[in-house]
């Protein structure tokens, strides 16, 4: 069982950063694709970002040009920057792991998901 662990989360003003971690131990990461997805109170878990293996990235709308994607496989880590933060950006941050994913800004694309991370902007 692949066991995903983010960090990173906090609380910050309109117009802050954070920087999300998430770990995904096995070897097989370099090939996977790692994407993360956030969920508010009372909706559902939407997608924000992805990388695969070779390093393509696809982002939401709503994140686009706010939010970067990188991965290091050295480290197994995915990362994902996320600058000028608003108000609707207050969620749990999920990160999940995908292998020979069709789907990947799609929850049923992944295999793994870690617990969540909260992040909370305050205005």
């Known amino acids: 069982q692949v066991q995903l662990v983010e960090s990173g989360g906090g609380s910050v003003q309109a117009g802050g950063s954070l920087n999300l971690s998430c770990v995904a131990p096995?070897?097989?990461?370099?090939?996977?694709?790692m994407g993360w997805f956030r969920q508010a109170p009372g909706t559902e878990r939407d997608f924000v970002a992805f990388i695969s293996g070779g390093y393509y990235t696809e982002y939401a709308d709503s994140v686009n040009g706010r939010f970067t994607i990188s991965r290091d496989n050295s480290k197994n880590t995915v990362f994902l920057q996320m600058n000028n933060l608003t108000p609707e950006d207050t969620a749990v941050y999920y990160c999940?792991?995908?292998?020979?994913?069709?789907?990947?800004?799609?929850?049923?694309?992944?295999?793994?998901w870690g617990r969540g991370t909260q992040v909370t902007v305050s205005s």
């Open positions: 999940a792991q995908g292998f020979g994913s069709t789907a990947p800004t799609k929850r049923y694309g992944y295999n793994y």
């Open positions: 096995g070897r097989t990461f370099s090939g996977s694709a």
